[in-house]
C-alpha cells in the first residue's frame, strides 16, 4: 500500500494517532466527515500525494503536461482504482478476521465514511478506536421502502 497507493518510496505506512480524532457520532448534517473538519484536509493530502508521486517513476506514467496543465493518463488512473478497490476489499476482510463479522454482505459493503442526504456514516471514530456500525431493516430491505421512528406512532 505504502509504495502503490501512497506513492512512498519506503514501506511505512504514515502512523495516525487514532486517540487525537475528535468525532461527534450524532452529527447528521449532509456530507459531515471529520477529517473535513481540519482546515485545508484534502488538499493537504491531495499535495503530498503528489510530492510523493513526483519523487518516483510513476509520475511519468500517470502525469501529462500539456499547455501549462496537468492532466492523468487514464490507463494508470482506472489501474490505481483497481489497485484501491483492491485495497477497500481486503481491508473489509481483515476488519471481519479481526473483530468478528459485523454484518451482511450488503450491510458490510454499503458502509460509508461520511454522511449523505439519506443516511448517516457507519465508520466513526471514538476513544481512539474505530467503529463499524451497520444497520439492517428487514422490512425496509423487502419492501424498498424508508422507515423512521417519527412516522410510527
Not at 494517532?17 to 449532509?30: H, K
Not at 485545508?40 to 493530502?45: I, Q, S, V
Not at 489497485?83 to 450488503?106: A, D, P, W, Y
Amino acid at each position: 500500500m505504502s509504495r502503490e497507493l501512497l506513492f512512498r518510496t519506503d514501506d511505512l505506512i504514515p502512523n495516525v494517532n487514532l486517540n487525537n480524532i475528535v468525532e461527534d457520532p450524532c452529527r447528521e448534517d449532509a456530507e459531515y466527515y471529520f477529517v473535513l473538519e481540519k482546515a485545508e484536509a484534502m488538499k493537504t493530502g491531495r499535495r503530498t500525494l503528489l510530492t510523493n508521486m513526483k519523487n518516483t517513476e510513476a509520475w511519468n506514467r500517470f502525469v501529462k503536461i500539456e499547455s501549462g496543465k496537468i492532466t492523468y493518463t487514464e490507463e494508470e488512473v482506472k489501474e490505481y482504482e483497481s489497485k484501491v478497490t483492491e485495497f477497500l476489499e481486503l481491508l473489509c476482510c481483515l476488519c471481519i478476521m479481526t473483530c468478528g463479522q459485523s454484518g451482511r454482505g450488503t450491510e458490510i459493503t454499503s458502509l460509508q465514511y461520511k454522511n449523505t442526504m439519506s443516511t448517516i456514516r457507519g465508520i466513526l471514530v471514538e476513544d481512539g478506536q474505530i467503529m463499524l456500525v451497520t444497520e439492517y431493516h428487514k422490512s425496509q430491505a423487502v419492501t424498498d421502502q424508508v422507515f423512521s421512528c417519527k412516522n410510527q406512532h
